[in-house]
């Protein structure tokens, strides 16, 4: 971080040079929330970096039939290395960065409900994911079989049994995801804990802002998904350490069990990723449209059925397992059912920009580039969900196309609109507009670039996971497709990355409240003093902001 | 032709009331951690569930170690030791609402030594186990759910004992007072939790799973 | 452990956390501890004495009370003013601009009305074109039937075009429910459609909704999409389109409850209470 804003001792400029060392340890020894919520995404960013360079390196290799730029071996530690690092060391720690910075500034808190666990939820978080990449030279250096883990992200057993998973690159992804689960776990109990017993004067659960709601019900979903998650691996690591039987298909273990325990996790994980996309833009869009959120009520009921129905639809993801055709059926019924107040929510935010007077800065673009984008991928996710057609397409690049659809075109759009919307509360400085607008159109194109064809590969069979393909299949156009989509979504992160220095350097000043925002964060400082407000505020309606403003005609008299 | 309503939604004419905090963070964080903790043991305990009956590899089965070492009257014996140590913490806690140090240093005491007695008594089964019977977590399924279920526990137990050694140890400083009880009970809501968790263990690994 | 920021303030600080390299200490030593699983064994040890010393140092930060730091106030304070104004109000009806648009719609009824009736010059239409094409008028009826009826989607043209009773009651249900469902869906949707409201009903739906099932239906069942005749099939959804869009747009427009009291919500009657339901003209 090159700028540090040093409490007591503000000048003019508010920014201070300290010596090195003593700035370094404020940030190790820090228990303030903005801080630690700035090293989380700041981590998240840095390892969104390294999961995109792995996914450029496969698509280097599968732009052409019958490449050679990695060997087989590379192939598969990339794909897992890749899943892994976007799901637990790039969404996990943006999420739960966002949620620390501004949850406690929306409920009018000074900080989260465990200030020191807080940090230490952090630090486990940040030696977790380096124990995971220290694989990389631990695991060959010490016994030379295998370096970084290679059996995809979800681990399937038998593959990942001492047999025929030799060395110790399995037990690291093992553990380096226990490390960092512990401290999601941790945090996930602060945020909880926060919400429900730290909110200010007035501010009823009815009165919460849609991003403090959402994030409730995905720190509840980590709190019960993440334990079994580190239950199932600990009895691998039994299984791989202490000669254990528990997917061991030989003594009598089942490797379907670790199926259904690892997506009993794998499927409330998804929407513990994809619920702060819908937080975000459930922020933004009011703000940019000049209107209230479109069915407030209904967002928060919608939120806690999506919350307990993603509890019970981890089949879907086993349909092609041979399972009985009752439990399918019973799977594909209950994934239809979150279809439901998924769509509630797309029509509200559709609601909500109906008849507003839309301003479409960046934040705004990348709302709407997520609208869209994730209507799409909803849509082969109900597709998905019909056994007949999960058969024809199970474990193929549709399935990829789908998935990024969701989590890129989903996830990470939106936390693009929340970077271009919250970075001059948190650092003071405004985002350039026009650089911005070129990231947007560039990851865009480049997105649907990538990601569309692979729905047309996906269809002519080519299958998940394979490190290089005959050039008679028909999928050279469409692979070559994808790898050119990479090219120009790397030009868009690299707006960004220049973006955000530059405007670090010499952006405009933001002021308290650059968007004429309604949520309390906007009515502190940018960036907030460590106390956050001087007084605890006190709220009458979902909107406190824009009582203050508009005396004359407060939200409070109608809600 | 249209309906000409009078004036919208009555406007509330005061301010809201400040409100009441329904739960401390304390112990809406215990409740957390615990609810976790629950999701955990949950999934350790559906596996060992799903796999009774399952094992190819045969002996020793589980009614044979179970019985034949004498294990149950053993572990019914350990089991009210833990049991009880619950009803002490409560007492301790009352004691040390009503800042009577004494009477909570005793009966923490007490509690702390119920927890050794069954952590012993535990440590003496797995030894006539693995000694006896020659049952190790490589044996079979049985072997493997078994100390795996038994074994979390048991560290539960173990860190347990550890942060009321802990307490226990401030206290005869005389670090501890009064205005400590609701840290304390936060303490003995883990304990209750940890015996609880015994309840379910207990039943599925010495009465279902026999 | 319990919440402890929630310290009161004082004329010039606030009390805040004090920081702490603790957590950052104990996360490393945990770290080391599992590091040492997959290591050397020694590691776990230096590990468990990290974490040791980290933890020990936690404790002693909150047991028995936790240890703060007075943050002085800046300088600087932050103030929302009043800034009424620049705000354009939607003034609806009733003087106020407080309200959930549409706060007239269509009666439900006229929607279920408009589409039966729409349904049912759709029907002529179908009935019309199977006496021009095959000569019978259970022609298209069966087709529609054919849908759900896999005996019937094999048969060919001239076999369509016999009295089927099966096809007859599946095609007419079917064609009867899509009608009302469809028309509720107008009688719904139209009030909110800003202007051009019967281009929208009589054009752009049934346009759209031509387009997805011509799309749709090569691909789901070839066989029967080989039976129909695309133009015919436009006009006739432009017919429905224009009958219930017209029947739709024409009937008397209610007020939905919002702005209602609970009294006038559920309709009670009483001096001092002035009525205003529907009543009132």
């Known amino acids: 971080m090159t700028t540090l804003k040093q409490p007591g001792q503000t000048n003019g400029s508010g920014y201070l040079r300290a010596p090195f060392l003593s700035r370094l340890h404020e940030w190790i020894s820090t228990a303030d929330h903005k801080k630690l919520g700035v090293m989380y995404v700041s981590t998240g960013l840095i390892f969104f970096l390294i999961g995109g360079l792995e996914a450029t390196m496969m698509r280097w290799q599968l732009a052409v039939p019958g490449n050679t730029v990695l060997s087989p071996e590379d192939f598969n530690r990339l794909f897992t290395m890749h899943g892994t690092t976007m799901v637990f060391l790039v969404g996990m720690p943006i999420l739960l960065g966002v949620a620390n910075y501004f949850v406690p500034l929306q409920i009018g808190a000074r900080d989260l409900a465990f200030p020191r666990l807080n940090a230490f939820g952090f630090w486990l978080f940040l030696f977790g994911g380096l124990l995971l990449y220290f694989s990389y030279f631990g695991a060959q250096g010490l016994y030379g079989m295998g370096s970084a883990p290679d059996v995809g992200w979800f681990a399937y057993a038998p593959l990942t049994e001492r047999t025929y998973s030799r060395g110790h690159s399995t037990d690291y992804w093992i553990l380096g995801l226990l490390v960092s689960s512990f401290g999601s776990i941790a945090t996930g109990i602060n945020l909880i804990t926060t919400i429900l017993t730290m909110r200010c004067r007035g501010m009823t659960l009815m009165k919460m802002p849609l991003l403090v709601w959402l994030m409730l019900i995905d720190a509840i979903l980590i709190m019960i998904a993440m334990p079994p998650l580190a239950a199932a691996q600990v009895m691998l690591l039994f299984d791989r350490l ?110 909500t920009m109906f008849g507003g007077k839309i301003r479409f800065d960046t934040p705004m673009l990348f709302c709407t580039g997520f609208l869209a984008m994730f209507l799409i991928g909803g849509l082969t996710g109900v597709m998905l969900a019909t056994v007949p057609f999960d058969w024809q397409v199970s474990d193929s690049y549709f399935v990829v196309g789908h998935f990024h659809y969701v989590l890129f075109g989903g996830l990470v759009f939106s936390i693009f609109a929340a970077i271009y919307y919250w970075f001059p509360k948190v650092t003071g400085k405004m985002l350039s507009e026009s650089l ?68 670090l350097r010499s952006g405009r000043k933001a002021g308290p409240d650059p968007w004429d925002a309604w949520t309390l964060e906007w009515s502190t400082a940018s960036p907030p003093p460590e106390y956050n407000f001087e007084e605890e505020p006190v709220v009458y309606s979902r909107r406190p902001l824009w009582d203050k403003k508009h005396p004359e005609d407060p939200d409070w008299k109608y809600e | 032709m249209s309906a000409t309503p009078t004036s919208p939604v009555t406007p509330l004419l005061s301010p809201p009331e400040a409100m009441s905090q329904a739960m401390d963070s304390g112990k809406c964080g215990m409740l957390c951690l615990i609810c976790s903790e629950i999701t955990f043991f949950g999934t350790l305990l559906a596996v060992y569930l799903f796999y009774i009956g399952k094992d190819p590899a045969g002996t020793p089965t589980p009614s044979e170690v179970l019985e034949v070492s ?141 | 452990m319990a919440h402890d920021t929630q310290q009161p303030g004082t004329e010039n600080g606030i009390h805040l956390p004090a920081p702490t390299s603790s957590p950052f200490v104990c996360a490393f030593g945990v770290t080391l501890i599992f590091t040492g699983i997959v290591t050397i064994w020694s590691v ?112 060919d043209a001239s076999q369509l075009a016999q009295w089927h009773t099966w096809g007859f009651l599946f095609g007419t249900l079917i064609h009867v429910s899509m009608s009302i469902m469809i028309g509720l869906l107008y009688g719904v949707v139209l009030p909110m459609i800003p202007r051009g409201r019967i281009l929208f009903a009589a054009a752009f739906i049934p346009l759209l909704w031509s387009g997805l099932a011509w799309g749709s239906l090569r691909v789901v069942n070839p066989v029967l999409n080989d039976h129909v005749d695309w133009t015919w099939f436009i006009i006739s959804q432009i017919v429905f389109g224009a009958v219930c869009g017209f029947i739709v747009t024409r009937s008397e427009r209610i007020s939905t409850m919002q702005n209602w009291s609970m009294l006038e919500r559920t309709g009670m009657e009483s001096p001092g209470v002035p009525s205003i339901g529907g009543d009132d003209e």
């Open chain 1, 242 to 351: 202490m000669g254990a039987h528990f997917f061991d298909p030989q003594g009598g273990g089942s490797a379907v069990l670790w199926q259904n325990l690892f997506w009993f996790f794998g499927h409330p994980e998804v929407y513990i990723l994809i619920l702060p996309a819908f937080a975000y833009v459930s922020e933004i869009i009011p703000v940019f449209c000049r209107k209230v959120i479109f069915g407030y009520p209904l967002m928060v009921a919608a939120t806690v059925s999506i919350g307990f129905i993603s509890l019970g639809v981890w089949v879907h993801h086993m349909f092609a397992l041979g399972l009985s055709p009752m439990v399918n059926t019973i799977f594909m019924g209950s994934t239809f059912l979150i279809a439901i107040p998924t769509g509630i929510k797309m029509f509200n935010w559709v609601g």
């Open chain 1, 436 to 503: 911005g607008k070129c990231q947007f159109w560039l990851l865009f194109i480049g997105f649907n670039l990538t990601f569309g064809p692979m729905h047309v590969s996906g269809m002519l069979g080519m299958p998940r996971r394979i490190y290089t393909y005959h050039a008679d299949r028909g999928w050279e156009l469409w692979n070559m497709l994808s790898s050119i989509g990479v090219l120009i979504q790397i030009a868009g992160v690299l707006f960004f990355a220049w973006n955000v220095f530059r405007s």
């Open chain 2, 70 to 210: 004498a294990a149950p009257m053993k572990v019914v014996f350990n089991s009210f030791f833990l049991l009880t140590s619950s009803i002490w913490i409560t007492l301790a806690v009352r004691s040390l609402r009503k800042g009577a140090m004494r009477a909570f240093a005793f009966w923490w005491l007490l509690t702390i030594l119920f927890g050794i007695e069954f952590l012993v008594g535990t440590g003496m089964e797995w030894y006539g186990m693995i000694a006896d019977q020659g049952l190790t977590i490589r044996t079979n399924l049985f072997g493997s759910g078994f100390y795996t279920v038994v074994g979390f526990h048991a560290a539960h137990v173990a860190i347990g004992l550890f942060l009321l050694s802990l307490v226990f140890v401030l206290t005869l400083l005389g670090f501890m007072h009064k205005r400590h009880a609701e840290k304390i009970e936060l303490l003995s809501w883990y304990w209750h939790f940890v015996d609880g968790i015994w309840i379910a263990v207990f039943t599925i690994v010495y009465i279902i799973g026999r």
């Open chain 3, 44 to 155: 776990s040890i230096i590990g468990f004495v990290i974490a040791l010393v980290g933890a020990i140092r936690w404790w002693k930060e909150v047991l028995p009370d936790n240890v703060h730091q007075l943050v002085p106030l800046e300088e600087e304070r932050v103030s929302i003013d009043p800034k009424p104004g620049g705000v354009a109000h939607l003034m609806v009806p009733g003087g106020t601009h407080r309200a959930r648009i549409p706060i007239e719609i269509h009666p439900y009824g006229a929607g279920a009305i408009g589409g039966l009736l729409g349904g049912l010059s759709m029907a002529i239409i179908a009935i019309v074109y199977g006496i021009i094409a095959e000569g019978s008028p259970w022609y298209t009826v069966n087709i529609l039937g054919a849908t759900i009826l896999p005996s019937l989607s094999q048969e």
